[in-house]
């Protein structure tokens, strides 16, 4: 498959606790350098607060995740000084138009009057929108020391301090913080070190999602069909993304077989009747999901927070992924 985008590789280094004898202590420790771990090192570097992030893997996310950025999520990323690039990169929109079969049956203009410095919505893929965070970051060497390629493995969690075990590629070290802010994710480790639940709702539905390469003359808004002439009974979904990049997301049905669906051989046909059999593009990426929606009951556990996907998941739709949660927690 083609790519528009590579993904960055940032350096491990090896960290100063290897090569001394005493266990450091850090006002905060953050794990995961996924968006909300990202916007919160820099919120609160922002407020003179100093923060050790720690990431398992090397680079920003891969592939297909979020894409929809949300006025309000982008407000809050303007307060974090880093809106202008993703304005920049992303493609802006506000209108969307349903269709039933192949009729039009409701159209809506998220932001109808004029003088807003922050559009409705921006799609920008979500590796995008961590790499301009990442390097936002780097405005604030002396408040954000972020480590990737650093596994937290343990976690012990006391009412005034937590200590933490952290697995590198030269060796293990111990450290304590004041706060363990917990970002790594929907399956979150962490959580069930701690033995914590997330409660909730698995949707049995799938969707497909492929990301085509192409050329189109699609105006930039967000079209959703129910029950459409080229996938009878089901949605789609159509999105524009930056780099001639269109998102096109299949509801499948719940017994549909996801590694048979993300065969291009597959793919192909399901696209192709909907562009039209003329229509020339190039599959980017293709990926089936499943939606969850649940959360824990309390998301902080002695001196231990948890945010993001980690305290709790909602539907993709409408965009309220990765700084939606973190403003539950950081409002
Ligand atoms: C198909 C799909 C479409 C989506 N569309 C949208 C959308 O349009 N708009 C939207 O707002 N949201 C969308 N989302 C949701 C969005 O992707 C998530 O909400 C977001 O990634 C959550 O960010 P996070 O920082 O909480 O967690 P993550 O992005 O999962 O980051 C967790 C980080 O923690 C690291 N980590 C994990 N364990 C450890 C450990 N033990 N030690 C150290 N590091 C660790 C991981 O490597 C990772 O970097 C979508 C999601 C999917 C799957």
């Known amino acids: 498959m083609p790519t528009t985008y590579k993904n960055p590789v940032y350096p491990y280094r090896r960290p100063p606790e290897l090569d001394v004898q005493d266990v450091r202590h850090y006002p905060v420790v953050i794990v995961g ?40 999520s982008l407000e809050i990323i303007d307060r974090l000084g880093c809106v202008e690039p993703m304005l920049e990169k992303g493609v802006t929109w506000q209108r969307g138009r349903v269709f039933f079969q192949d009729r039009e ?84 480790q962490i959580r069930d070190m701690l033995g ?37 009974n089901q949605s789609v979904l159509l999105h524009k993304e930056p780099d001639n990049v269109w998102r096109i997301d ?11 669906e993300k065969k291009e051989e597959n793919i192909r046909p399901r696209v192709q009747a909907m562009l039209g059999k003329d229509v020339e593009f190039e599959l980017e990426w293709a990926s089936v999901y499943t939606f969850r929606c649940r959360k824990m009951d309390n998301f902080i556990h002695n001196s231990v927070i948890f945010m993001g996907d980690a305290a709790h998941q909602v539907s993709p739709f409408g965009a309220r992924g990765p700084t939606e949660p973190y403003r539950v927690w950081i409002t």
């Open 105 to 188: 049956v409701y159209g809506f203009n998220l932001l109808p009057e004029d003088g807003h410095r922050i559009p409705a919505f921006i799609n920008l893929q979500q590796y995008y929108f961590e790499e301009f965070l990442v390097n936002r970051t780097h405005d604030f060497p002396e408040q954000i020391d972020l480590r990737w390629q650093h596994k937290v493995t343990d976690v012990d969690a006391q009412p005034d301090s937590t200590t933490i075990k952290v697995s590198t590629q030269d060796g293990d070290y111990q450290l304590t913080c004041d706060y363990l802010l917990v970002a790594d994710g929907a399956n979150s």
């Open 33 to 72: 350098a996924g968006p909300s771990g990202l916007a919160a090192a820099i919120d609160l570097a922002q407020q003179g607060v100093n923060s050790l992030v720690l990431d398992d893997n090397n680079t920003v996310s891969v592939g297909s995740r979020a894409l929809c950025f949300a006025k309000r």
């Open 250 to 260: 299949f509801q499948l049905g719940c017994d549909a077989d996801p590694e048979e």
């Open 196 to 232: 914590l639940e997330c409660k909730g709702q698995v949707f049995q539905d799938r969707f497909l999602i492929a990301d085509v390469v192409m050329k189109a003359d699609f105006p930039t808004e967000r079209w959703f069909w129910f029950d459409p002439p080229f996938h009878p």
